[in-house]
């Protein structure tokens, strides 16, 4: 039991770094984003025959500055939500790491803001995207679409948190017979 219980430590130890190692990185992406998003009117930008898909939106370059501001928007949008969701799993193993203990109301709270910051990316994100679009660039246009799997993952997260709660549940029961 001991091993079991020093293996899952390291291993969140691990875990809660590299996740936040990649929050961090991506949180880095954005703020390169953001200043190319100001340099725009100053780029030489040239139309692009090709559809860029971000985030479950799509649309074309034409090579307008209000064009390519949109599809920042919609990266930075996207890019934001997975930024905050790579954090919060990192305190989730952070916590982990240093308690030892994986089912505690905090882990199940986090586990159900990770569901929720899902389903907004999925269901709420696009239409806004697609208005910012259209304010932006409105001759541009704009494909939304919702993903099913991210739907799916959400509700796995929601089903997690709601484990997790039960968890925390017994192991508050155990302890308190000890």
Same mark, same amino acid.
Request: proline share 4%; net charge positive.
């Given at each position: 039991?001991?091993? @079991?219980? !020093? ?8 875990? !809660? ?8 990185? #991506? %949180? ?7 200043? =190319? ?33 949109? =599809? ?10 997975? %930024? ?15 308690? !030892? ?16 910051? =899902? ?9 806004? @995207?697609? =208005? ?15 993903? #099913?799997?991210?739907?799916?993952? %959400? %509700? ?14 017994? @192991? ?7």
């Amino acid at each position: 039991m001991n091993n @079991q219980k !020093g293996k899952i430590l390291r291993t969140s130890k691990i875990l !809660g770094a590299l996740l936040k190692t990649g929050g961090v990185v #991506l %949180a880095l992406v954005m703020v390169l984003l953001i200043v =190319l998003t100001i340099i725009a009117p100053s780029l030489n930008l040239e139309p692009v025959e090709e559809v860029i898909n971000v985030w479950d939106v799509s649309m074309p370059l034409d090579g307008s500055v209000g064009n390519f501001r949109a =599809l920042m928007m919609v990266t930075l949008i996207g890019s934001g939500i997975m %930024a905050a969701i790579l954090f919060v799993m990192s305190f989730i193993f952070k916590d982990i790491s240093r308690e !030892g203990a994986p089912f505690t109301k905090k882990n199940s709270n986090r586990i159900r803001m990770i569901s929720i910051l =899902l389903i907004t990316q999925t269901l709420v994100i696009p239409p806004l @995207q697609f =208005l910012a679009a259209k304010l932006l660039s409105p001759v541009t246009n704009v494909l939304v679409s919702i993903n #099913l799997g991210s739907i799916l993952v %959400a %509700a796995t997260f929601f089903c997690l948190a709601l484990i997790f709660e039960y968890g925390a549940e017994l @192991q508050r029961q155990s302890d308190e017979t000890l």
